[in-house]
Nanobody
């Protein structure tokens, strides 16, 4: 699976952005797709994930209620709608995927994600 992340940019605090993660090579069927954020000098942080089959979602406490992850089957794309952005949301956002088959688990550990997009920069100005 090849992933292409896009949608980053500069936004003021309180604003919104929508990130996209498009898959090529195969569909997301049977996969969990997640979004992670990395700040300079820090470890990559799990934000949200969606289990493609069934649409089950999971969020970190830091983004719950502000971010929404969703999938578009015809476009084979996962979106991350980010609202009420804060300066601490600044960072490089990565989408990633791992095959889950029939498992209902959603992993937050980045080491379990096999496929990664190239990252897209989000800058939130205060």
């Amino acid at each position: 699976v090849q992933l292409q992340a896009s949608g980053g940019g500069l936004v003021q605090a309180g604003g919104s952005l929508r990130l996209s993660c498009a898959a090529s090579g195969r569909t997301f069927s049977g996969y969990v797709v997640g979004w992670f954020r990395q700040d300079p000098g820090k470890e990559r942080e799990f934000l949200a994930a969606i289990r493609w089959s069934g649409g089950y979602t999971y969020y970190s406490d830091s983004v719950k209620g502000r971010f929404t992850i969703s999938g578009d089957s015809p476009k084979n794309t996962v979106f991350l709608q980010m609202n009420s952005l804060k300066s601490e949301d600044t960072g490089v956002y990565y989408c990633a995927a791992h095959y889950s088959g029939f498992s209902s688990n959603i992993n937050v550990d980045e080491r379990l994600y096999k496929y990664w997009g190239q990252g897209t920069l989000v800058t939130v100005s205060s």
